[in-house]
């Protein structure tokens, strides 16, 4: 995933550029970048791998050196931004947020028409300098926008830094949010809603899909107006956002209490308590505790202060051992207990394993598991959930591929994804057994999407039954 911000002042805007990225860490763990530009110094640049160490420590000192009045910065999982560009539109700085499925054949058809290097790592083409090479093909930003956001399959929302101010670009689809903060001396673009609050600025607008806006300290302008379709992702009420942000007007608490009352009311266990996995899972632990009565409670937590979220070895079993040991128990609240537990979702089952195993070698009589969304079945087109994941990796196409065999027609795998049916539940049972739950239990597609409470053909659920 990753997350940006964006600032436009009358005064220097580093102060705030620099909150405004770090409020944004929860979404991404490798790379973070700073761009600034003023009329004295020109543009200046800062990009650090923050694998090892929190944003806030990798860029203190930038935070005291850079100046400007215009400024972006990001969050990234993967490539390295906001890059610096210098073509026919002048000098810019770019980030970007989303997923390019056809990169090479982009690539192909702009080295064939103009000569144009591309940086590699790893063997891949740095997709924000893609974008800045599509952009460049047309005679103007805007056009280049429209058509970054038109040939691209998957989705692109961006922020753009020139002299003369920030544009701000949201996917064609909306899958990704951009909102606009606004106080007494300047304007700002952000990713999650809540980044600004702290800074003084309030609520100015959440832009729609395919909107493309500028910004400097005078004011926002609508440059594109929106569209009328959108597909958000609902993995950002789910998952990805902060309890704070909001999306569509719709806040991530408020989502996920819905969603854990609704997994209350279509439940028939009695648990001693209810909890929920840190941090996503919480919310939807407090929502089923205040719907069944079943009191909550907090039988182990997070220990975070020396394990930066991004400190995750290649290895995948350190990486199991790791998420584990950040995991505290407090036994007097686990021994002898029936514990109902609910995380965010099921992608591979193997830390929610460790999880019950861990709650088991505690002295927890029965662990029940309730993910707060529906089975995994389709890897992410349009975000960059998991690089690492492919569908064959999920648990449910796991269990499938064992029952089915290797080719399951789409037909078939509609079946699984039906919770009223036949299949559905022995994949249930499999996956219980496998992961060794005492039961099992998923929110329901139906439910999650009630508990956004907009309309639902306005929510991408790709991820969960397959539909574009």
């Known amino acids: 995933m990753g997350g940006f911000f964006g600032a436009a002042s009358k005064e220097d805007c580093v102060f705030d550029l620099f909150f405004g990225v770090d409020y944004h860490s929860h979404l991404g763990t490798r790379r973070a970048g700073l761009a600034v530009y003023s009329d004295e110094n020109g543009f200046d640049k800062a990009i650090h791998n923050i694998e090892n160490a929190p944003f806030r420590t990798k860029f203190s000192s930038e935070s005291n050196s850079m100046r400007g009045t215009l400024g972006i910065g990001c969050i990234s999982d993967f490539e390295a931004q906001p890059i610096l560009v210098r073509s026919h539109h002048g000098t810019f700085a770019i980030t970007t947020v989303g997923k390019i499925n056809n990169a090479n054949e982009i690539v192909d058809g702009i080295v064939k028409s103009n000569t144009h290097f591309f940086e590699m790592s790893n063997g891949e083409i740095n997709p924000t300098e893609l974008v800045a090479a599509i952009i460049n093909q047309k005679e103007n930003f805007i056009e280049g926008i429209k058509y970054a956001q038109e040939i691209i399959d998957g989705s692109l ?10 544009y701000a670009a949201r996917d064609k689809l909306g899958r990704t949010p951009i909102v606009a903060g606004m106080k007494d ?33 005078d004011g926002i302008k609508t440059l594109v107006q929106p569209g009328e379709n959108m597909k958000i992702c609902t993995f950002l009420w789910v998952y990805y956002g902060y309890p704070s942000s909001s999306y569509e007007g719709i806040s991530v608490e ?27 899972g919480i919310a939807h632990a407090v929502g089923y505790a205040n719907e069944s009565g079943v009191p909550f409670s907090r039988p ?29 128990p407090i036994k007097d609240l686990i021994e002898g207990k029936s514990l109902l537990l609910i995380d965010d979702s099921i992608v591979r089952g ?5 999880t019950t195993e861990f709650l088991y070698e505690s002295g927890a009589k029965e662990v029940h598991i309730r993910p707060a969304c529906p089975p995994l079945f389709y890897g992410c087109k349009y975000l960059n959930f998991s690089r690492s994941t492919s569908e064959m990796e999920l648990i449910t196409r796991r269990v499938i591929k064992e ?14 994804t039906d919770p009223d049916s036949e299949k559905y539940q022995k994949m249930l049972d499999k996956i219980c057994e496998t992961l060794h739950f005492t039961s099992l239990r998923y929110n329901r597609l139906d439910d999650m999407i009630e508990s956004v409470g907009i309309d639902p053909d306005k929510l991408c659920t790709y991820c969960w039954n397959g539909k574009e």
């Open 157 to 166: 929302s961006m922020l753009i830094l020139t002299p003369k101010g920030i």
């Open 185 to 217: 001396n300047g304007y700002c673009f952000s990713f999650e809603s809540f980044a600004y609050l702290n800074l003084g600025y309030t609520d100015y607008k959440e832009l729609g899909p395919g909107e493309i806006c500028v910004m400097n300290a």
């Open 254 to 280: 408020k989502m996920r209490n819905n969603c854990g009352q609704a997994m209350a009311r279509r439940d028939n266990v009695q648990p001693d308590i209810v909890a929920g996995v840190p941090d996503s």
């Open 300 to 328: 182990f937590v997070k220990y975070t202060p020396t394990w930066p979220r991004s400190f995750m070895p290649v290895n995948q079993s350190k990486r199991n051992l790791i998420a584990k040991m950040k995991l505290i």
């Open 350 to 354: 193997t830390q929610l394993r460790e």
């Open 403 to 416: 029952f089915e065999g290797d080719n399951v027609s789409d037909d078939v795998l509609r079946e699984y």
